[in-house]
């Protein structure tokens, strides 16, 4: 990270760089910029929805390396360095990923407005445990708010693409 001066403002700016969905970027931010702010306003990547931005919902879910965090509670500049997958790197080559394809089969979603997030902390699940039980689901989810659903197809839309990854590596 590269403290970036500018003679025009006295607030401090930073370069950092950030691999978003497989792409390197440098951005200049300062200091209290959120994560969030830097993916929807800076690289347009508006599927990381902005919500309560304190945390609660989960809408605004990202895989850090790998982990889910809510990223209204992450700074840009805690970023810097690290790999950041947002729902608009999940699929790949034009093919859905299984828990994408999964929320559709199931009629997991209603607004569609918590989709990405819970997409999100879906695959962070299904990296760290394949074999989920609906219990493992639910405590996975539990960060990520729905106001249209009672969460029922959601489970069962995991529980669908973990069944399905198992299928195609034959476990």
Known sequence: MEQVRDNKESVKRYAIELT?????????VKANTL??????????????????????????????????????????????????????GVAQNSQLDAVQQAFIDKAATQCGFCTPGMVLSAKALLSRNPQPTEQDVREAL??????????????????????????????
């Open 35 to 88: 994560l969030v702010n830097v993916l929807r306003d800076g690289l347009g990547l508006t599927g990381t929805k902005k919500a309560c931005e304190v945390g609660d919902c989960g809408s605004c879910t990202v895989l850090l390396d790998g982990e889910p965090v809510d990223s209204c509670l992450v700074l840009a500049v805690e970023a810097d360095g690290h790999e950041i997958l947002t729902v608009e």
């Open 142 to 171: 539990a960060g990520n708010l729905c106001r249209c659903t009672g969460y029922v197809n959601i489970v069962r839309a995991v529980l669908a693409a973990a069944t399905k990854q198992a299928s195609e590596k034959g476990v």
């Open 20 to 28: 978003v969905n497989g792409d390197a970027h440098t951005v200049v």
